[in-house]
Antibody, heavy 122, light 107 residues
Framework: EVQLLESGGDLVQPGGSLRLSCAASGFTFSSYAMTWVRQAPGKGLEWVSA????????????YYADSVKGRFTLSRDNSKNTLYLQMNSLRAEDTAVYYC???????????WGQGTMVTVSS | EIVLTQSPATLSLSPGERATLSCRASQSVGSSLVWYQQKPGQPPRLLIYDASDRATGIPARFSGSGSGTDFTLTINSLEPEDFAVYYC?????????FGGGTKVEIK
């Protein structure tokens, strides 16, 4: 089955860190750019970050929304079919459901995970 | 950053009626405009990509049109399952951006 499964959401204090994971299955993960989109409670969708097919430290571009630039780092491990979002210096306004989605600037987001909830509160 | 403005914020219609949703971009996005549908407690679902192409499995009553800065999503003859929130998104320039959404509710 083609799917994305997010994990790692939790309650964290302001200033804390969290790492989200997105496990892909049923398709060739390395052939797609990948993206994180978040949705604060009762609010609309906000694009967070995207990574190219070979993106991250090993090469290829990674993109960030201004609201998370310098605090979040997106990476992928194509050998494990997994996408990661390292979130540091978390703020209350980062509280949201975080969705992993297949696609990026070159493609629409045609596959979405069910989301993982991140709550930043003391 | 390209700002997408969706209107109206809420559309109150009855089943069987036609829904017309608008998305306006602050600068041209060409045809790189996407529409999603989201129901409560669910992730968004891709409806339309490249302004007018229906995604796999999307019924023909959904259609998209427009280019440049003005786009429209039309839902012909609303079905009960179509009442949801609809978002547009541009993939023309970084950062990618979404519109604020239009809620289609039952009148």
């Amino acid at each position: 089955e083609v799917q994305l499964l997010e994990s790692g959401g939790d309650l964290v204090q302001p200033g804390g860190s969290l790492r989200l994971s997105c496990a892909a299955s049923g398709f060739t993960f390395s052939s797609y750019a990948m993206t994180w989109v978040r949705q604060a409670p009762g609010k609309g969708l906000e694009w967070v970050s995207a990574i190219s097919r070979s993106g991250g430290i090993s090469g290829g571009p990674t993109y960030y929304a201004d609201s998370v630039k310098g605090r979040f780092t997106l990476s992928r491990d194509n050998s494990k079919n997994t996408l990661y979002l390292q979130m540091n210096s978390l703020r209350a306004e980062d509280t949201a459901v975080y969705y992993c989605a297949r696609g990026g600037g070159d493609l629409a987001f045609d596959l979405w995970g069910q989301g993982t909830m991140v709550t930043v509160s003391s | 950053e390209i700002v997408l403005t969706q209107s109206p914020a809420t559309l109150s219609l009855s089943p069987g009626e036609r829904a017309t949703l608008s998305c306006r971009a602050s600068q041209s996005v060409g045809s790189s405009l996407v529409w999603y549908q989201q129901k409560p407690g669910q992730p968004p679902r891709l409806l339309i990509y490249d302004a007018s192409d229906r995604a796999t499995g999307i019924p023909a009553r959904f259609s998209g049109s427009g280019s440049g800065t003005d786009f429209t999503l039309t839902i012909n003859s609303l079905e009960p399952e179509d009442f949801a929130v609809y978002y547009c998104q541009q993939r023309s320039k970084w950062p990618l951006t979404f519109g604020g959404g239009t809620k289609v509710e039952i009148k």
